[in-house]
């Protein structure tokens, strides 16, 4: 009996052990699993319950043209930012606010009122307006520390820039494009709540600041991106023309030196501007060309060996009826040889070059000159224009001269710039070198040949011919340097009106396409003037901007003239920030300051945006240095600016 009863004592130890055994071995893994499997989501989960995190924005690293002067830049501002429940007196802190941040005190109010946590007061302040709060240290007001875009020099090549929103992402131009090299890493704030969700140490914020993206190096230049939007202004409003582009490129790399559209924009401000006025038309729109696509068509057809440049075509004295069509010349003329065709620029001789050519052999020239493709240029939204696959009836011959083919400013100065250089078509590109945040390169880009398109022997001869352009007699006479060859072209297109599917017979697109200096090209220029009124013709609308673009250029550059020129040059450097827009410069203070044309105005004291004005008002070119206000000049006051002299302007800041 008694063994019986020790037994059964020895089996309820060992299920009360074994219960014991099991709960404990369930306390371990939980404690195991809480512990190690899920330590992370837990302190996540506890820093939610006594901690709110707040993002700031990320700082973007910069964008330099290739001297390194900067065009994009990420500031370092104060934004205010409220915790409504540590707010007693809501009505007296808005009161106080209001006449300080410029906004309503009834929307301060409603903002300040709401239950929560966090809120945004305003974003982004002026430096004097956030010192001003900061003194007044209100309860339940903080700041943080955010960065902001800047574009000091406002719609200086603002279409390739672009612009960021509020994130801030990319949203248009090298912005977008290299978006994620550009962006840096997101800081955030963290404040204290207690027990009851109440946020405490206002005062003791935690804050990781942002770090700062890559910077981009572009291959712009800004004094000849500068030079190039004036002319370009300058001639549409000259023209009273809807619109205009420019493009400078190098012809041997394919490098992008100057991209301009006017209108323009300023990037600081871009929601007050219409998406057209947004919208880079130099890339992201087509058209058709006119008769500057002739040298592509006569380009082809002298490399494929069919024609020489002396071979002679009846041009039926301007009027050539072909099938149910008639071509018509602007200038009549009987019998042209090739090159004539060019300088004259004869539709009916095109024609029947590519009528000669035919389309099987034609088209494969064009698209290897890059038409109907895209160029592949760094910048979003290219567009790839339109080269028919299939032509019929009067396609070969419209085509060949420019009509029924439609491209964009890119590719055709990639196109142009193919001949330039000997019959290599180039890449183009803008950025050049990517940095870190210790200014080290960390990724180089290099020129690109996409293939060869022509022999370099055909390439110097269409040259020959283009040269004939600006020269007596020819088209673009008003694109002639003094001192230089040019090689161009000029075009005159009709515009087909969206509504009828018709050619319009009033709207035109005036255009001029060349490089410089023609015996050693080092820079392709095009000029597109949209729907000029009076005289369209590309070589009156279009051909002096050329002109303009491509004498202060080469000045800049040093580029020293290969002839004898009437008028020596000096250009404009490259320091051409506005001062704010507020100040201006009227008419009274240029004729108090004016004398002859050739006399050194007093510029001492001047702004530079007074200065730039005086300059474009006289027409004259100073070399300018530093920033602030005119300290220094050279020749002085009264002087007489001889072509040899040097001609400049120190400005130093103002006292």
């Not at 057209?276 to 006569?298: C, M, W, Y």
């Not at 001029?512 to 392709?524: C, I, Q, S, Y």
Request: proline share 5%.
């Amino acid at each position: 009996m008694k063994d019986e009863r020790e037994k059964w004592a020895r089996i309820r130890i060992m299920m009360i052990g074994t219960v014991f055994g099991l709960l404990f071995l369930s306390v371990v893994g939980r404690a195991f699993y809480l512990q190690i499997l899920q330590h992370e989501n837990l302190v996540k989960k506890a820093d939610k319950q006594h901690q709110h995190k707040v993002d700031l924005t990320p700082a973007r690293g910069s964008i330099l043209d290739r001297n390194g002067t900067t065009l994009a830049e990420s500031i370092h501002m104060d934004s205010c930012y409220a915790e409504p429940r540590r707010i007693k007196d809501v009505d007296g802190t808005a009161g106080v606010l209001a006449p300080i941040l410029g906004v309503p005190k009834d929307e301060l109010i409603a903002k300040l009122s709401v239950n929560k946590s966090f809120i945004w007061v305003e974003r982004w302040l002026a430096p004097e307006v956030a010192i001003r709060v900061k003194n007044m240290k209100l309860p339940g007001i903080g700041f943080a520390p955010e960065s902001k875009r800047f574009y000091p020099n406002m719609e200086i090549a603002a279409h390739v820039v672009g612009f960021t929103g509020r994130d801030p992402n990319g949203l248009e131009g090298i912005e977008l494009k290299y978006d994620s090299t550009i962006l840096g890493n997101t800081g955030y704030m963290i404040t204290e709540r207690d027990a009851l969700g109440r946020n405490i140490a206002i005062m003791n914020n935690l804050i990781k600041d942002s770090s700062p993206g890559k910077s981009v190096v572009l291959t712009l230049d800004k004094t000849i991106q500068f030079i190039t939007e004036k002319e370009l202004a300058k001639a549409v409003k000259e023209n009273n023309a809807k619109s205009g582009m420019a493009l400078v490129m190098e012809s041997n790399t394919g490098k992008v030196l100057a991209m301009a559209n006017y209108p323009t924009f300023n990037p600081n401000a871009y929601s007050r501007y219409s998406l057209s006025q947004l919208r880079n038309h130099v890339v992201a729109d087509s058209f058709e060309p006119g008769s500057t696509f002739k040298i592509f068509t006569i380009a082809a057809a002298i490399d494929s060996g069919l024609i020489k440049a002396t071979d002679m075509y009846n041009c039926e004295n301007g009027t050539y009826q072909l099938a149910d069509r008639i071509i018509h010349d602007d200038h009549p003329h009987s019998r042209l040889n090739v090159s004539d065709i060019i300088k004259y620029s004869s539709n009916i001789g095109a024609a029947k070059i590519g009528y000669k050519m035919g389309e099987a052999r034609l088209s494969p020239y064009l698209r290897n000159f890059g038409f109907g493709g895209r160029t592949g240029i760094d910048l979003p939204g290219e567009s790839p224009g339109n080269l028919k696959r299939h032509w019929y009836g009067i396609d070969l011959a419209s085509i060949s001269f420019g009509q029924g083919v439609s491209l964009s400013t890119i590719q055709l100065a990639t196109a142009l710039s193919t001949i330039a250089n000997g019959g290599n078509l180039m890449r183009p590109y803008l950025v050049e070198q990517i940095l870190d945040d210790n200014g080290k390169v960390v990724q180089k880009f290099e020129p690109q040949i996409v293939r060869r398109v022509i022999s370099a022997e055909t390439a110097q001869k269409v040259t020959k011919m283009m040269e004939t352009v600006t020269g007596e007699g020819g088209t673009g006479t008003k694109a002639a340097l003094d001192g230089f060859r040019v090689a161009g072209k000029t075009g005159t297109a009709q515009k087909v009106d969206p509504v009828t599917r018709t050619y319009s017979l009033t709207k035109r697109t005036g255009s001029f396409v060349g490089f410089v200096p023609a015996d050693k090209p080092r820079l392709t220029i095009a000029v597109i003037i949209d729907e000029p009124q009076g005289v369209k013709y590309g070589g009156v609308v279009a051909a002096p901007a050329f002109r303009g673009i491509a004498q202060n250029s080469l000045a800049y550059l040093k580029i020293q003239p290969d002839r004898p020129t009437a008028v020596a040059f000096k250009p404009p450097d490259a320091v051409v920030v506005p001062d704010p827009p507020d100040e201006s410069l009227s008419d009274g203070d240029v004729r108090e300051i004016s004398a002859e044309g050739g006399i050194m105005p007093n510029f001492k004291g001047m702004s530079m945006r007074r200065v730039l004005k005086v300059m474009e008002k006289r027409g004259i070119n100073i070399r300018l240095l530093g920033s602030g206000r005119a300290a220094e000049q050279s020749p002085p006051p009264g002087h007489k600016i001889r072509g040899v002299d040097e001609v400049w302007i120190k400005f130093a800041p103002s006292a």
